[in-house]
């Protein structure tokens, strides 16, 4: 019996041994990118304006009605994610859903810049109605062909313009 129990500690104490997290970091990853830009290296494509309408039960549970003005199908459902972090109103469900509209008139579009966030809610009894609008300016970098790109030695002579 004791030899049971001694057996029985053992695997235990082995299973928890094994049990354990390894984390690796990678030292020469960059922790932080800049690129100094400024609006003279953009084109501006045009505005438009995005909408979603939502309802919201116990607080929790979310029901989307309305995207772009349309009945909102489950069943078709295109996104875009923006990799940004300073354009929080991308980061709601509904809004991602209405941003694909921006893809769709401005298929060559590389910046977006939030000019507008209109957020109403309606309370309700044990829920809300809320309703977002968005105005997006649209953006793309210029041309590049007016560059010309020395590979060899890593710099560039900007010709024209």
């Known amino acids: 019996m004791k030899i049971v129990k001694i057996m029985t500690l053992a695997a235990l104490v082995l299973c928890v041994v094994s049990c354990g997290t390894m984390q690796r970091t990678n030292t020469y990853k960059v922790r932080a990118n800049t690129m100094e830009l400024s609006m003279n290296d953009f084109v501006f494509l045009g ?8 309802d919201t039960y116990l607080g929790f549970i979310r029901h989307l009605n309305t995207v772009n003005g349309k009945m ?13 972090n300073n354009h929080a109103i991308f ?6 859903y209405a941003a694909s509209k921006l893809m769709e ?4 579009a590389h910046y977006f810049q939030v000019v507008m966030d ?5 309370v309700l009894f044990l829920g809300s109605t809320t309703k ?3 105005k997006v300016r649209v953006y793309k970098f210029k041309d590049r062909s007016a ?10 002579i900007k010709i024209g313009q």
């Open 105 to 108: 008139k401005y298929p060559d």
């Open 72 to 84: 909102f199908n489950p069943g078709e459902r295109l996104s875009l994610n923006v990799s940004t």
């Open 132 to 134: 977002r609008v968005a």
């Open 91 to 96: 980061q709601n469900k509904g809004m991602k």
């Open 147 to 156: 560059y010309n790109i020395n590979v060899d030695k890593g710099s560039y």
């Open 47 to 54: 505005e438009s304006e995005i909408s979603c309408e939502y």
């Open 118 to 122: 209109k957020k109403t809610t309606d």
